[in-house]
């Protein structure tokens, strides 16, 4: 440093940025501990959820809040055998699969015609998807459950696979149509002038750019269908067709008194979409806002 | 996990569409020549978004708008939901449901749900995502932490917080005596008068991350200079935020409120999964999302007799509802974003 500063001003300005500097850490400290007791509040229950799924009967009262005793995988074990946990698996990936697969594409095709097209009535179609997202879930599944039971399918995962197929379509129009709409004229109009017809447009050009878009589309549907509890609770009375979060009802009503069990079904249940969460947290975050931010 | 599988399903059902027959299905491409007399076009190719739209629009008609509209016929008909369709009544049920005081407790309770749900929303999701609002190597981990339950089932939200609230297993009792509240120890949900407090706050444990999140992304459109340039007007920090800030996030506003007034009034899993189909104790948790569905399948023990078609008088009403306001706040609120920018 050339020229060393006077002792009167180098005094008060390192004394201000000492103040400033523990002012500083000050500020981290406080930001880091509410955001450390936020994220408590949410992660303490559910991991007293994942040590309960560990411990048996007994522990429950003799160590409610302590740790297991051991990390056996025993409730998991008797979950699988007694809680019909693999058929409510499988009907949990078929369910939640087609459905998401089915609702795409039609939400996709439509907010295509929607986006790209004009015609007479267009504004109106639009409406009468978007429209579905406030019709509630209990009006429509009435006359529904009467339908299927007309036509034969009440109580077996058809009917939930169609529920899921149709009702994931008002969110994929309301966020592909945006994003359709958002793309630009003059790709679409090239490939018309090279002799493509619209599907090819559709399908080579503009579909793998609104990858985003899908992907927000299947995790919003894929998510709620995964946890979806009251269509597949009304439509499934067959047990053998019962997704997860129905079978885990159902089992609770018999077993109140095995914890451990229910606990390790929860885990179970919960399992897939915290593991696709944690690899894919930004994309989860952005899609399940998008449909909002778009609304 | 669950993500992959369907992508890939969708792009197989969609390619093998079009390898196999083109879509729209007949057509082959149509020559430079065909394309310009437009008159030798069948109907089909001159509308070629119907080829889009039809899919959609059969599955959506046939599975979503007819029962929409059979719901509307049906509630003008006396009828408990098997055998042949009784009696018209017109709009009896609606006058019905109107005089019931279950009804109108079911939608209070709906209504003081909201009501907490916004108030939370508005100070302590609000806070969050103003504290989130700056970069950190944790922000991000902090956040995803903050947002991990809005993506857990309703069945596993209801049953972690049946173990957490439990009087002899649950840690809630323990923790509050520890940190010398232990007045507010008590049977969370057997007690008349916090149940229904307990279900608001397990509600606003769900659902606060959806907000912080849509707040932290209007937070994010607020240009920095603008905050500055307050500041060295002398702006305090609470006048920045009163003035420049929470103006600037008027859109996120009418998006949080929006989607919470539409989740929390048709909200039936949590809740019944909490309180189950009678909102224990005594109906002090009975919310309209529930009290449909008891009233429908029989299972309300008020009468244990199902009565379907009254049922979807108030599904219906509760629709119009829905549709009403949301409309009346969506114009509002819009009017409001309009008039700040």
Same mark, same amino acid.
């Given at each position: 440093?050339?020229?060393?500063?006077?002792?009167?001003?180098?005094?008060?300005?390192?004394?201000?940025?000492?103040?400033?500097?523990?002012?500083?850490?000050?500020?981290?400290?406080?930001?880091?501990?509410?955001?450390?007791?936020?994220?408590?509040?949410? =992660?303490?229950?559910?991991?007293?959820?994942?040590?309960?799924?560990?411990?048996?009967?007994?522990?429950?009262?003799?160590?409610?809040?302590?740790?297991?005793?051991?990390?056996?995988?025993?409730?998991?074990?008797?979950?699988?055998?007694?809680?019909?946990?693999?058929?409510?698996?499988?009907?949990?990936?078929?369910?939640?699969?087609?459905?998401?697969?089915?609702?795409?594409?039609?939400?996709?095709?439509?907010?295509?015609?929607?986006?790209?097209?004009?015609?007479?009535?267009?504004?109106?179609?639009?409406? =009468?998807?978007?429209?579905?997202?406030?019709?509630?879930? *209990?009006?429509?599944?009435?006359?529904?459950?009467?339908?299927?039971? *007309?036509?034969?399918?009440?109580?077996?995962?058809?009917?939930?696979?169609?529920?899921?197929?149709?009702?994931?379509?008002?969110?994929?129009?309301? @966020?592909?149509?945006?994003?359709?709409?958002?793309?630009?004229?003059?790709?679409?109009?090239?490939?018309?002038?090279?002799?493509?017809?619209?599907?090819?447009?559709?399908?080579?050009?503009?579909?793998?750019?609104?990858?985003?878009?899908?992907?927000?589309?299947?995790? =919003?549907?894929?998510?709620?269908?995964?946890?979806?509890?009251?269509?597949?609770?009304?439509?499934?009375?067959?047990?053998?067709?019962?997704?997860?979060?129905?079978?885990?009802?159902?089992?609770?009503?018999?077993?109140?008194?095995?914890?451990?069990?229910?606990?390790?079904? @929860?885990? @179970?249940?919960? =399992?897939?979409?915290?593991?696709?969460?944690?690899?894919?947290?930004?994309?989860?975050?952005?899609?399940?806002?998008?449909?909002?931010?778009?609304? | 996990?669950?993500?992959?599988?369907?992508?890939?399903?969708?792009?197989?059902?969609?390619?093998?569409?079009?390898?196999?027959?083109?879509?729209?299905?007949?057509?082959?491409?149509?020559?430079?020549?065909?394309?310009?007399?437009?008159?030798?076009?069948?109907?089909?190719?001159?509308?070629?978004?119907?080829?889009?739209?039809?899919?959609?629009?059969?599955?959506?008609?046939?599975?979503?708008?007819?029962?929409?509209?059979?719901?509307?016929?049906?509630?003008?008909?006396?009828?408990?939901?098997?055998?042949?369709?009784?009696?018209?009544?017109?709009?009896?049920?609606?006058?019905?449901?109107?005089?019931?005081? /279950?009804?109108? $407790?079911?939608?209070?309770?709906?209504?003081?749900?909201?009501?907490?749900?916004?108030?939370?929303?508005?100070?302590?999701?609000?806070?969050?995502?103003?504290?989130?609002? /700056?970069?950190?190597?944790?922000?991000?981990?902090?956040? $995803?932490?903050?947002?991990?339950?809005?993506?857990?089932?309703?069945?596993?939200?209801?049953?972690?917080?049946?173990?957490? &609230?439990?009087?002899?297993?649950?840690?809630?009792?323990?923790?509050?005596?520890?940190?010398?509240?232990?007045?507010?120890?008590?049977?969370?949900?057997?007690?008349?008068?916090? $149940?229904? /407090?307990?279900?608001? &706050?397990?509600?606003?444990?769900?659902?606060?991350?959806?907000?912080?999140?849509?707040?932290?992304?209007?937070?994010?459109?607020?240009?920095?200079?603008?905050?500055?340039?307050?500041?060295?007007?002398?702006?305090?920090?609470?006048?920045?935020?009163?003035?420049?800030?929470?103006?600037?996030?008027?859109?996120?506003?009418?998006?949080?409120?929006?989607?919470?007034?539409? &989740?929390?009034? /048709?909200?039936?899993?949590?809740?019944?999964?909490?309180?189950?189909?009678?909102?224990?104790?005594?109906?002090?948790?009975?919310?309209?999302?529930?009290?449909?569905?008891?009233?429908?399948?029989?299972?309300?023990?008020?009468?244990?007799?199902?009565?379907?078609?009254?049922?979807?008088?108030?599904?219906?009403?509760?629709? $119009?509802?829905?549709?009403?306001?949301?409309?009346?706040?969506?114009?509002?609120?819009?009017?409001?974003?309009?008039?700040?920018?």
């Amino acid at each position: 440093m050339p020229g060393a500063p006077s002792p009167t001003t180098s005094i008060p300005s390192s004394a201000i940025r000492l103040s400033t500097s523990v002012r500083r850490i000050a500020g981290a400290a406080v930001w880091h501990g509410v955001m450390l007791v936020a994220c408590a509040f949410v =992660l303490i229950p559910i991991v007293m959820v994942v040590l309960g799924s560990f411990k048996s009967v007994n522990e429950f009262f003799a160590s409610p809040y302590g740790l297991p005793e051991s990390f056996g995988l025993h409730n998991y074990e008797k979950a699988f055998a007694e809680a019909n946990l693999p058929v409510a698996l499988r009907n949990s990936i078929i369910s939640t699969g087609l459905g998401v697969a089915i609702s795409t594409v039609l939400a996709g095709l439509a907010a295509y015609g929607l986006a790209r097209f004009r015609f007479a009535g267009r504004l109106a179609t639009r409406l =009468l998807f978007i429209g579905g997202l406030v019709v509630p879930v *209990q009006l429509i599944i009435l006359p529904l459950f009467i339908m299927f039971r *007309q036509i034969g399918i009440l109580g077996d995962l058809r009917s939930l696979i169609t529920v899921y197929s149709i009702f994931g379509i008002p969110l994929g129009v309301l @966020v592909l149509t945006g994003f359709f709409a958002s793309l630009p004229r003059d790709l679409e109009e090239a490939a018309r002038i090279d002799g493509a017809s619209h599907f090819e447009v559709f399908w080579r050009i503009m579909l793998p750019l609104t990858r985003p878009a899908i992907a927000a589309v299947v995790i =919003l549907n894929g998510v709620w269908m995964w946890n979806d509890f009251f269509l597949g609770f009304i439509l499934l009375t067959k047990p053998d067709a019962m997704t997860l979060p129905v079978a885990i009802m159902a089992f609770r009503g018999t077993y109140s008194t095995e914890w451990g069990l229910i606990f390790a079904s @929860v885990t @179970v249940s919960a =399992l897939p979409v915290v593991i696709a969460y944690l690899l894919l947290s930004r994309q989860f975050i952005a899609g399940l806002t998008a449909g909002s931010v778009k609304g | 996990m669950a993500v992959r599988p369907a992508e890939r399903q969708t792009t197989d059902n969609g390619r093998g569409s079009g390898d196999r027959a083109p879509f729209p299905p007949a057509p082959p491409t149509p020559s430079r020549f065909e394309r310009e007399s437009a008159t030798t076009r069948s109907p089909w190719q001159r509308v070629p978004y119907v080829w889009f739209l039809l899919p959609a629009l059969v599955g959506y008609g046939t599975f979503f708008v007819y029962p929409t509209i059979r719901a509307f016929y049906l509630s003008l008909f006396d009828w408990t939901g098997v055998g042949p369709i009784g009696d018209f009544v017109g709009l009896q049920h609606f006058g019905e449901l109107l005089r019931s005081d /279950r009804f109108w $407790a079911a939608a209070l309770h709906s209504g003081q749900l909201f009501l907490f749900i916004f108030i939370f929303q508005n100070t302590v999701s609000l806070g969050l995502a103003l504290m989130l609002n /700056r970069r950190s190597r944790m922000t991000h981990i902090y956040r $995803a932490i903050i947002f991990l339950p809005v993506i857990m089932s309703a069945v596993a939200t209801g049953i972690i917080w049946i173990l957490m &609230l439990d009087p002899i297993i649950g840690i809630v009792n323990p923790v509050l005596r520890d940190v010398g509240l232990g007045w507010l120890q008590r049977e969370w949900q057997a007690d008349q008068d916090w $149940a229904m /407090r307990t279900v608001m &706050l397990v509600q606003a444990w769900q659902w606060n991350g959806m907000a912080v999140v849509l707040y932290l992304a209007g937070l994010q459109n607020v240009p920095e200079d603008l905050k500055h340039a307050a500041m060295i007007d002398g702006a305090r920090r609470w006048q920045v935020f009163r003035d420049v800030v929470f103006p600037m996030l008027a859109p996120a506003f009418t998006v949080v409120t929006v989607l919470s007034f539409i &989740l929390i009034f /048709r909200a039936f899993d949590l809740i019944y999964v909490l309180t189950g189909p009678l909102g224990a104790p005594d109906g002090a948790t009975l919310v309209i999302g529930v009290l449909i569905y008891g009233d429908a399948f029989g299972t309300s023990g008020y009468s244990s007799q199902p009565h379907m078609s009254y049922a979807i008088a108030e599904g219906v009403t509760l629709f $119009a509802f829905l549709a009403g306001v949301s409309a009346l706040l969506v114009s509002l609120l819009g009017r409001r974003e309009e008039a700040i920018h």
